[in-house]
């Protein structure tokens, strides 16, 4: 007899710990289906760890909206569960004269999108927060903070728990097919078991398309293609002289070589982005030596042969090298015509951020 429950969230990360969290304190009986032995082992457990202010996402994005309301839910749960975090805050640094017009354009587009609090110094306040930056003038953003990703996730799994749903491990979906009465899932590693769900929230972040080309039935003109965008990150030996986390001014490729901090104190410097076609987190030491110059711009005292390679991540996009930045995508059978599937692709950052803003998001979409 196959076994039927009301939702079924795939991917244990973060968001769909957060989607399953959602539902489950809706009173709508939820099952979590993780290929791996542990929750968070994907892209959740390859971030900076940054709570994200909201500031440059394009107005009206998925990513704008879900990051501003994502960062104040988050900043409440963590104070209410007593997951660590720090409102640290974070410096946009201009390094030249032509930079200092960028910096309002960045404020002028955070204001946009509900950021209020980003606050304009000049070079000497800015030093006087942080003595040995190099800057002509900065953003101060006290919004922007880091969490413990860990703690944050294992928090959402035991809301899961206490709501009465499930987390299941190494728990693979094979296929699936939809029926009259729902969407029927072949699940597990060896003899698999089906599941039949009236729900079904495809959250696997780098799996979301093979998870979504296994579903008999989906078209796939509505999966759109899968590019890794591998970022890599290197870290000092010791403690950097710096208490918040330090943003150049963006390229056109991206932030720029940025300085995090983990809640140890620990920096990374990073990322740069390699387009990659297959999953590999080894970081290379020689990449290295294109950092020094960018960290220097705003760090000189930056010691010679001080970086080493620290970690990667791999972020699940849908534009490839050379196109315009993509939106969160969150398809429905609104777009796809499968009843009681939603599908979440190009789940990056600022994903960790808006978590649980995608979790109500997701939730308010099912009804």
């Known amino acids: 007899m196959t076994d039927h429950v009301e939702c079924v969230v795939i991917g244990a990360g973060v968001v769909g710990l957060a989607v399953a969290r959602s539902l ?25 760890e940054v709570i994200h202010a909201g500031i440059y996402y394009p107005q009206g994005s998925l990513k704008a909206r879900l990051c501003v309301s994502g960062r104040e839910l988050l900043y409440k749960f963590c104070e209410a569960r007593g997951v660590e975090f720090k409102r640290c805050g974070k410096l946009i640094v201009a390094t030249s004269d032509a930079q ?11 204001r ?18 942080e003595p040995e930056l190099r800057c002509v003038a900065a953003l101060w953003s006290p919004s922007t903070g880091i969490v413990d990703s860990h703690g944050f996730m294992s928090a959402l799994e035991g809301d899961v728990a206490q709501a009465g749903g499930t987390v ?37 972040g780098l799996d979301a398309q093979r998870v979504a080309w296994r579903f008999e039935g989906l078209s796939g003109d509505n999966i759109p293609k899968l590019f890794y965008a591998k970022g890599n990150y290197y870290g000092v030996e010791g403690r950097v002289p710096f208490q918040r986390l330090i943003y150049p001014v963006p390229d056109e490729g991206g932030l720029g070589v940025h300085l995090t901090l983990d809640l140890s104190g620990r920096a990374r410097f990073g990322p740069d ?31 010679p042969g001080a970086l080493r390679p620290d970690y990667s991540g791999i972020r699940p996009k849908t534009h490839g090298p050379g196109s315009a930045a993509q939106d969160f995508i969150i398809q429905g059978p609104e777009v796809h015509g499968v009843a009681g599937l939603v599908n979440l692709y190009g789940i990056e950052s600022p994903g960790l951020t808006a978590a649980l803003a995608i979790g109500e998001y997701v939730a308010e979409k099912i009804g």
């Open 24 to 48: 489950a304190l809706r009173g709508r009986e939820t099952i979590v289906l993780e290929a791996a032995a542990a929750i968070g082992t994907g892209t959740s457990s390859r971030s900076s």
């Open 100 to 110: 200092q017009a960028t910096l309002t354009s960045i404020a002028a587009a955070a």
């Open 112 to 129: 946009s999108n509900g950021v209020e609090d980003l606050c304009p110094l000049e070079k000497h306040e800015a030093l006087r927060l």
């Open 168 to 204: 299941l491990l190494e728990s693979p979906v094979q296929r699936a097919y939809c029926t009259s009465n729902g969407i029927r899932l072949s699940v597990g590693k060896g003899n698999p078991f089906d599941l039949d769900a009236t729900v079904v929230v495809n959250c696997a």
């Open 273 to 303: 982005v390699e387009w990659v076609d297959h999953i590999d987190y080894r970081v290379d030491p020689q990449r290295a030596e294109s950092f020094y110059a960018a960290i220097r711009t705003y760090w000189p005292r930056l010691p």
